[in-house]
Nanobody, 124 residues
Framework: QVQLVESGGGWVQPGGSLRLSCAAS????????MGWYRQAPGKERDLVAT???????KYADSMKGRFTIYRDDAKNTVYLQMNSLKPEDSAVYCCNALVLVRESTWSSRYREVWGQGTLVTVSS
């Protein structure tokens, strides 16, 4: 099976920056769309940004101009560069990917995979 592992979270003061990474590993044939989501205590999980295999990106309105999503297919990794962070950005950030997984010698299947999340805390 395939796993996604996030890293790069931590504490940062308001106005600061962080770069999150999400690396996929396992029996990977290819990766289609990837994305970042976040969830704060007591709230639903919300979209942060998505990126297609062709490099097309989408962002939630509150993140436009501050966050950038990009990918390195050679490393099976998607990144989220976060700038001008605000306290309201504090949340657990999770990555998501549609992965073409090798399931047998002659067959593969697309699977949607989620990471465990990395905590981002923005405060002074």
């Amino acid at each position: 099976q395939v796993q996604l592992v996030e890293s790069g979270g931590g504490w940062v003061q308001p106005g600061g920056s962080l770069r999150l990474s999400c690396a996929a590993s396992g029996s990977i044939v290819g990766i289609d769309d990837m994305g970042w989501y976040r969830q704060a205590p007591g709230k639903e999980r919300d979209l942060v940004a998505t990126i297609t295999s062709g490099g097309s990106t989408k962002y939630a309105d509150s993140m436009k101009g501050r966050f950038t999503i990009y990918r390195d297919d050679a490393k099976n990794t998607v990144y989220l560069q976060m700038n001008s962070l605000k306290p309201e950005d504090s949340a657990v950030y999770c990555c998501n990917a549609l992965v073409l997984v090798r399931e047998s010698t002659w067959s593969s299947r697309y699977r949607e995979v989620w990471g465990q999340g990395t905590l981002v805390t923005v405060s002074s």
